[in-house]
């Protein structure tokens, strides 16, 4: 390819200058050309750009792992390496011409510019401080300088929080380039990354990723100072040292300002950085330079013999180490071909196939296989030779160990250094398949290498976006314009939200939750999203809402204890103390608060109204209470008791009533429960408040009214609870139980046994009663004796003439029973006012059913009576001794009964007080008690 008459012109310049550019358009202007570049991705990023003007049949790609080479390809964009310097062509350029001071790879590129020459046009590109060298080494070239499109400026040192968008971080090594990704994927939604190692198709797919704005960040090696064009306003340095093979060092300007170059594109100016607490500081002197594009001119470059001699493995390796003839040349430092060679050398069973000039040249091409995988020269080596062992004698390596080792690394699972490493390994088998004498079959070869490298590469792309980039995060940061709300928002059946295909959560009701898998720095982000993004969606849940019917809401217990209303399983708010026990506050939850004005005033009215219409529905008997509370035409005793009652939800025990039932008048019981009143033998209630739906709102409002938790409600059909546990007794009262023992039995269910025990009892003291109700109730013994003691019963034991099983009969108390003894025996037995009032209540019942029969005409007596033909079944009977229900002993405000000692001091007994001598009076009749002139009026009236 050498033409050394045809001039040569050497475009020099900073980065952004358009070098590139212009070599693509006079390389297109050609009949034929060739380029060579540092990197393979610079020359695949050409490569692409020519095929889009010229096509795909007329130009080549030729690197060290990839080959694309039509039979008529006329156009070759190639790594330096790979340059086919023995074809003639009418145009080439070298790019990047300064690497010739690099130390491993330098040779090269001065080979190249000393050697390459296209028949009508030469170009050799790169950096002013270039200029010496083709002063010295191309005195007949043309030089010219090109400006730079923008402004390059120093912006300082930023955290990478702060970081602006579509900014590169340049790292140095493959764990800081990991690092830095890992952080701006918490910080900043992810990162693209970009190294040397990466293979053409992931790289590609990692750069559209940033072209596209998918990402607004790029992770890249120093391999992005090479030429790569990328859409990159800001470059910030990971660090300002590396590792260059021999030791770690600080970077020169000349580097420094090639990476930074990379920042602002045409004519769009860019800044340059460090990334805070990750790198040191630029100094005011590289700043400067950099600012200004001025770096010190090379004083040398690396040389090594292009066209060594294979007369023997000894000559050849001299060749290689041969110093040049003198400046400003210097001899190469021992690159990894040459040490590998030099160690292959050193084994036997290499050497020992060596057979003249022709397999010294082959040795030489086996050696140059490059070091991939990055294992160093010695492992490099070993593998080389045994690449040796199947290719000495001139051949190709064996069909079937090349495919072996290629189905070996066909596996797409693992982490990103797993599959780095295959593709690594792959490229050396692919550098392997374009040789055309190294295997059999190189085209099929080549192809099932290629394949390979590209399902690798989609798999580490997919690993590498997984493992650095959050989709969620990064298109929540990016879509900040005001186009924002504009974005797809999709919430599926099961209230999951997704906002432009990404989750961001859930929703239940209006309450927004962050998806549960969110980190904690994504939670603010997350719910910003949802409040930017759920605006419209929210406006229309609201009409939902409003014209929802009230099956869809529903009262229950929050996790918290609250009472809370619901829409469609959703917590709408929670009830809270208000003026009244029926008149509760509806308090919206958080999210239906920070609704607008309107939508939250329509949602509290719909709230309240529902709240209404179920208190009327359910809490009927209460709402009737506080309306005969209020009527004026209504006896003041009733009235009080029923306010009484009220405020205690329509149930309340007979001692708390005891002041207000003493002084209710026995006609005006008959207008309490003509109201719905019942009066038990131990409570009083409404009849209507035991119901489970009353129950339930009961014990919300008084949760709601005494700011405590609501209780956790048996289920609605339980009538006696064993394993339940209430937390007090007001609790238990309010979801309509009474406690018996270590069991709750329902309130009514309580009464109607006791109500069966006095009608079994008749006028005696003792008797014996059929237990099967309340067995039937699921009462055990112990509960069972526990509600009869409350109700004034204790157990005895069958006399011993008395059979244990007796004919079933009827034993309640009859009107022909109740005598004057039968009164007289009441009131001697001290019976007190409940007891009274359930023995009344069955009287005037068993009264008004006798009297109907008195009215009714008699049968005829034509008929003897037929006795009865079915046998009496016979039931077990316990037996009860009645002792009266005691009654409380009044308290003092203080706490403590009137009968109390005041506690003494000293270690003795208290000593009784004597009481003060009272007066002696003769003895006078006693008035008659209340009780005894009502049983008198009701035995007037029977017998009259």
């Not at 795909?56 to 310097?85: D, F, H, N, Q």
């Not at 759920?534 to 009262?555: H, I, N, P, T």
């Not at 309130?747 to 059929?770: N, P, S, T, W």
Request: charged fraction near 25%; include cysteine.
């Amino acid at each position: 390819m050498s033409s050394p008459k045809v001039p040569v012109k050497a475009v020099l310049g900073p980065t952004n200058t358009g070098k590139t550019h212009l070599a693509v358009e006079r390389l297109c202007a050609h009949s034929s050309g060739v380029m060579g570049f540092p990197l393979r991705l610079l020359a695949r990023e050409i490569y692409d750009r020519v095929v889009a003007i010229k096509g795909p049949k007329e130009v080549a790609l030729i690197t060290g792992e990839e080959r694309i080479e039509p039979p008529g390809a006329r156009w070759y964009l190639c790594t330096a390496e790979s340059m086919p310097v023995e074809r003639q062509f009418a145009f080439a350029a070298l790019d990047e011409a300064q690497l010739g001071a690099d130390p491993e790879r330098g040779h090269i590129f001065t080979d190249r510019m000393l050697h390459v020459r296209g028949r009508e046009e030469t170009m050799i590109l790169g950096s002013e401080s270039l200029r010496p060298m083709v002063r010295a080494l191309l005195p007949e070239a043309e030089i010219i300088s090109r400006p730079r499109f923008s402004t390059l400026s120093y912006s300082g040192p930023k955290k990478l929080s702060r970081l602006p968008k579509r900014t590169a971080i340049v790292a140095f090594s493959v764990e800081q380039v990991y690092a830095v990704a890992e952080l701006l994927r918490r910080l900043r939604g992810g990162a693209a990354v970009v190294m040397g190692a990466l293979s053409p198709r992931t790289r590609n797919a990692q750069v559209d990723m940033f072209q596209s704005g998918e990402v607004d960040y790029l992770v890249a090696t120093d391999a992005i100072g090479m030429g790569l064009n990328l859409d990159v306003q800001h470059i910030a340095f990971a660090g300002l040292s590396k590792f260059d093979g021999n030791r770690t060092r600080r970077l020169t300007v000349a580097e420094m300002a090639q990476i930074a170059g990379r920042a602002g594109r045409h004519q769009r100016d860019g800044t340059f950085g460090t990334v805070a607490g990750e790198a040191g500081e630029f100094t005011a002197e590289e700043v400067l330079a950099i600012e200004s594009h001025q770096f010190p001119a090379l004083d040398w470059m690396y040389w090594r013999e292009a066209e060594p001699r294979f007369d023997s493995l000894a000559q050849l390796i001299a060749d290689l180490e041969a110093k040049p003839d003198g400046p400003p040349l210097r001899a190469a430092p021992e690159a990894i071909d040459l040490s590998v060679l030099k160690r292959l050398a050193d084994m036997l069973q290499v050497t020992q196939r060596l057979s003249g000039p022709k397999s010294v040249a082959r040795l030489w091409e086996v050696a140059s296989l490059p070091d991939f995988r990055q294992t160093g020269s010695e492992h490099h080596s070993r593998f080389v030779a045994s690449l040796w062992e199947h290719m000495a004698q001139g051949g190709p390596l064996p069909h079937s160990y090349v495919a072996s080792e290629l189905a070996r690394l066909d596996n797409i699972q693992g982490d990103v250094d797993t599959i780095s490493a295959r593709i690594a390994a792959v490229r050396t088998w692919t550098y392997v398949a374009h040789r055309g004498d190294w295997v059999e079959d190189p085209p099929a070869m080549a192809e099932r290498a290629r394949h390979l490298e590209e399902k690798l590469s989609d798999a580490l792309h997919n690993a590498l976006r997984q493992r650095f980039v959050d989709r969620r995060t990064s298109m929540l940061l990016r879509k900040g314009g005001k186009d924002d709300a504009l974005l797809p928002v999709q919430v599926d059946a099961e209230n999951q939200v997704f906002v432009d295909g990404e989750h961001i959560g859930e929703l239940d009701g209006f309450t927004f939750r962050v998806d549960s898998t969110a980190r904690v720095g994504e939670r603010k982000l997350l719910l910003a999203a949802a409040e930017r993004h759920l605006a419209a969606y929210m406006k229309d849940k609201v009409r939902a809402l409003l014209m929802a019917e009230g099956q869809e809401f529903s009262l229950t217990r929050d996790t918290d204890g609250r009472p809370a209303l619901l829409w469609n399983g959703a917590v709408l708010g929670h009830l809270a103390k208000g003026r009244s026990l029926l008149q509760p506050l509806f308090k919206p939850v958080r999210a239906v608060a920070g609704l607008e004005g309107d939508d939250l005033r329509a949602i509290a009215e719909k709230a309240e109204g529902w709240i209404h219409e179920q208190l009327a529905k359910h809490m009927g008997g209460l709402v009737a209470l506080n309306q005969l509370a209020a009527d004026a035409a209504t006896d003041g005793v009733v009235r009080a008791l029923a306010a009484r009652l009220a405020d205690a939800g329509g149930i309340a025990g007979r001692q708390f009533l005891a002041d207000t039932l003493t002084a209710l008048p026995k006609e005006a019981r008959g207008a309490a429960r003509k109201a719905g009143i019942v009066f038990g033998a131990l409570d009083v209630y409404h009849h209507a408040i035991l119901k489970p739906a009353a129950a339930r709102w009961r014990s919300a409002l008084f949760a709601a009214q005494t700011e405590k938790p609501m209780p956790e409600l048996p289920p609605e059909s339980a009538v006696h609870l064993k394993e339940w546990n209430f937390a007090s007794t007001a609790d238990c009262r309010n979801a309509g139980y009474r406690r018996v023992g270590n069991e709750y039995v329902r309130i009514d269910l309580a009464e109607r046994v006791i109500k069966k025990a006095h009608e079994a009892r008749g006028q005696a003291l003792e008797f014996g009663m059929d237990m099967a109700f309340a067995t039937s109730l699921g009462l055990s013994d112990a509960g069972l004796e526990a509600l009869m003691r409350d109700a004034g019963f204790r157990p005895v034991a069958a006399k011993a003439e008395d059979p244990t099983a007796v004919e079933a009969t009827e034993t309640h108390v009859s009107v022909e029973t109740l005598t004057d003894e039968t009164l007289e025996t009441i009131a001697k037995d001290g019976a007190d006012e409940a007891t009274s009032e359930v023995i009344l209540e069955s009287v005037e019942i068993n009264a008004s059913a006798a009297t109907e029969a008195d009215s009714s005409p008699a049968p005829e007596q034509t008929a003897e009576p037929q006795p009865s033909t079915s046998s009496p079944q016979p039931v077990n009977l316990t037996h009860w001794r009645w002792v009266g229900i005691r009654k409380p002993k009044p308290v003092e405000q203080n706490g403590r009964r009137r009968d109390d000692k005041k506690p003494q001091k000293g270690k003795g007994p208290a000593r009784e007080k004597r009481p003060a001598p009272q007066a002696i009076n003769k003895p006078q009749a006693a008035a008659p008690s209340a009780l005894a002139l009502q049983l008198a009026a009701l035995k007037d009236k029977l017998g009259g």
